[in-house]
């Protein structure tokens, strides 16, 4: 599996944040002593005096990085997707969302994917917890490609972002000169009419694979990466649902309250069509490798062939 | 501070504690205690402390005021209508649907609010990223946060305390009602804070003890915050709660009703006949 260079969401978060910084000297950075991991160090090293370490303390960095926007800077907010989302839920609710804040949090090792540290670590209801946020922007990003771009595109935004990275290295597969882009708005990566994957954050790409393998036999799946969770991008979910009849979501994040329930919920509401959700089933992981896990709680292409197969 | 000086701070104080009896009977709510103990706090900062504008209230050099004890809102608001940030008569529509004056404090409605508060303990840590914030900008302006005493049981509070500390705040100044009393009894039998300052001074704090109902000594305490180089600094402010109106001191179950109107009207007659003493002097 190495026919693609793989780089981790949060390398890309490091690099986009140094690139942004130096044009930007509005951009203060906070970490709880995750610098090295959620790779705001990249950033730190480069920009030390606007890089703060606010210690294991993380519901204390979210409202210094509110009140530091408070005073006009647009702050960044690192840490672990657990923490950063569970820990400090409710200082991100009152003192960031409510008050409408210029704030980024950019949080890594979430999901299933941060392999060997286990349940404890495996953010799988990061999506459900800031959704359930108003004025929260919440996105995760396919690649390295979409990763920096996300980064900034949130740094142009005003107003309250929670863009969830990974540990692992990801493949690296949108290599399009004129890639470009939008909050908010999907993209079809594949063509297809028989049925919809709509994929968020590392399920893009197996989704992308996953689709090849059904079209060996006979299958035309659409292949849609969702990497903004809300606001959805209504019109491409219904305009796949009208004209594939079938829609299968693919997140590595519990099937309660992330991409599976929000593209159910709209289509339940406006098109009611049959949704397979796939994620993980309201159950917590365990310690392992990564793509092992991954295979494990069926969050790959072979599983998402199956679905569709079944459908 | 003269005479004249002090006594324009009294009657100024004693106005804020009509407006927190006026808001919290018309809204039939509110948290009238925690915002009568704080009462000469308000008209201190708001008379002499803080450098704001009220016709430009979002001018970027302005001091900021962190409320993080916001329940105590009613008394925010008083101050704000009487430096002119908005008309006494919207003191009338505390929390009623359509004011710009919510049950707690909101940055984005009422002018002259620096930070959305009303969660215990967020408020502190809002104020040490507006003080980090402000040293980056080069911003000359000073932050002020007002904690109440029964907050310093929220954990949030001393990582606050102790990124303040760490970063050498020392455009930070923070009082701390010690009212002693919370919603459930007394501070020190519900879970006891005490000692405050030195914990404070622990966490790298400079840090005084005054009565917080004593102009001289306010004045000396902010005079010594301002002086104060390499540490944030605490004023550790002792307080009645309810101060002002009889039937309401020191009794917890003040801390969060609205007066009926029997005791409107008695709370009123108190706090008139007070102006009235002062105006005459």
């Not at chain 1, 922007?137 to 990974?166: N, T």
């Not at chain 1, 849609?224 to 969770?229: D, Q, S």
């Not at chain 2, 008569?89 to 009422?110: A, K, V, W």
Request: charged share 20%; proline share 4%.
């Amino acid at each position: 599996m190495s026919e693609v260079k793989k780089i981790a969401t949060r390398e890309s978060y490091g690099n986009a944040l140094k690139e942004l910084g130096a044009a930007h000297p509005d951009i203060i950075v906070f970490d709880a002593d995750l610098a090295g991991s959620t790779k705001t160090a990249v950033f730190g090293k480069a920009f030390p005096d606007r890089h703060f370490n606010c210690g294991i303390a993380e519901g204390n960095m979210m409202c210094v990085a509110a009140g530091a926007a408070a005073m006009g800077m647009t702050p960044f907010a690192s840490s672990f997707a657990m923490f950063a989302s569970g820990r400090a839920f409710e200082q991100i609710r009152n003192s960031i969302g409510y008050p409408r804040l210029n704030v980024k949090i950019c949080a890594s090792h979430a999901g299933i994917s941060v392999g060997e540290d286990g349940a404890s670590h495996q953010c799988c209801e990061d999506f459900a917890i800031m959704r359930a946020i108003p004025n929260m922007v919440v996105m995760c990003p396919a690649d390295d490609v979409e990763a920096r771009a996300m980064v900034k595109a949130a740094y142009e935004y005003k107003g309250p972002v929670y863009i969830r990275l990974g540990r692992s290295p990801v493949p690296v597969f949108d290599h399009r000169p004129d890639y470009s882009f939008t909050i908010g708005k999907g993209e079809v990566l594949a063509e297809g009419g028989d049925v919809a994957i709509i994929a968020t954050g590392l399920m893009v790409y197996e989704a992308v694979e996953a689709a090849k393998l059904l079209r060996e036999e006979g299958v035309s799946a659409r292949v849609v990466n969702m990497a903004t969770i809300k606001p959805l991008d209504e019109e491409l979910v219904l305009k796949a649902a009208a004209e594939c009849g079938r829609i299968i979501t693919c997140e590595e994040h519990s099937v309660i309250g992330g991409l599976g329930e929000a593209v159910c919920a709209l289509l339940a509401e406006k098109l009611p069509t049959p949704v397979k959700r796939i994620g993980l089933n309201d159950e917590f992981g365990v310690s392992g490798p990564a793509g092992d896990l991954l295979k494990k709680y069926g969050l790959c292409r072979e599983h998402i062939a199956e679905v569709a197969k079944a459908f | 501070m003269t005479e004249k000086e002090r006594r324009e701070l009294q009657i100024t104080a004693c106005k804020i504690r009509m407006g927190v009896i006026e808001g919290t009977y018309h809204a039939k709510s509110g948290h009238p205690g925690g915002s009568l103990s704080a009462a000469e706090l308000f008209a201190y900062l708001y008379s002499r402390e803080l450098n704001v504008d009220p016709r430009n209230p979002r001018w970027p050099e302005r001091d900021r005021f962190v409320l993080s004890k916001g329940h105590t809102a009613p008394g925010l608001y008083a101050a704000l209508a009487l430096r002119g940030f908005f008309p006494w008569e919207d003191i009338r529509t505390l929390r009623h649907i359509g004011s710009h004056l919510q049950g707690h404090p909101n940055m984005n409605s009422t002018p002259g609010v620096d930070m959305s508060t009303g969660s215990l303990g967020q408020g502190i840590s809002a104020a040490c990223g507006m003080a980090l914030a402000a040293r980056v900008q080069g911003n000359p302006c000073r932050v002020y946060a007002l904690l109440g005493d029964g907050e310093l049981q929220e954990g949030q509070v001393w990582e606050a305390m102790m990124f303040a500390g760490h970063y050498k705040l020392d455009n930070l100044c923070i009082a701390i009602d010690n009212n002693g009393l919370q919603i459930d009894g007394k501070v020190a039998d519900v879970m006891s804070i005490y000692p405050i300052a030195d914990k404070l001074r622990a966490f790298g704090w400079e840090c005084c003890e005054i009565d917080g109902h004593d102009f001289d000594q306010m004045e000396a305490a902010f005079a010594q915050a301002r002086a104060t180089r390499g540490k944030p600094f605490a004023i550790v402010m002792k307080t009645t709660k309810g101060k002002g109106v009889s039937f309401m001191e020191d009794q917890a179950g003040w801390h969060g009703k609205g007066p009926n109107q029997a005791e409107y009207e008695q709370a009123m007659a108190e706090l008139n006949a007070q102006l009235a003493g002062l105006e005459a002097m």
